[in-house]
């Protein structure tokens, strides 16, 4: 929902807090999890790659969420999201990929962060392959 909250500054601590204590271990959140990502397919809301991540849509309900404020994302664009909803320092409502709000700006960024990884990939394969080498001399 994008209805305006007021800015309050213990209610920023309080959702602050709610995503800090997220309990991610807990069988209750990994059930809802498995579950968001089952109703999409195992797909990813975003690009349709395999879906590995579950995303909040809101923390207003943390550990109590509700099945329409989660979303099923594949790693590379849960990261991109999540990078840009902390760059914007967002806090109870987060970037909802169904949107065409920030669609253009998460394509660009989900290139280019795929980019940069397998940028380090390559060059840590380098590495692993040059290490060697170096050891016999």
Known sequence: SGESVPYEPSRIAVIRDAV?????RNPKWREKSRSCRASAGFL????GLPAEVTHHLTYEHANDERAQELVSLCHICHDTVTMIEAERDMHLHRI????SAYRDEVIRRRADLLCQRLKREHSQRRLRDVLPVLADA
């Open 96 to 99: 909802d990929p169904r949107t």
């Open 44 to 47: 990813c809301l975003f690009c």
């Open 20 to 24: 800090r204590y997220v309990d991610y």
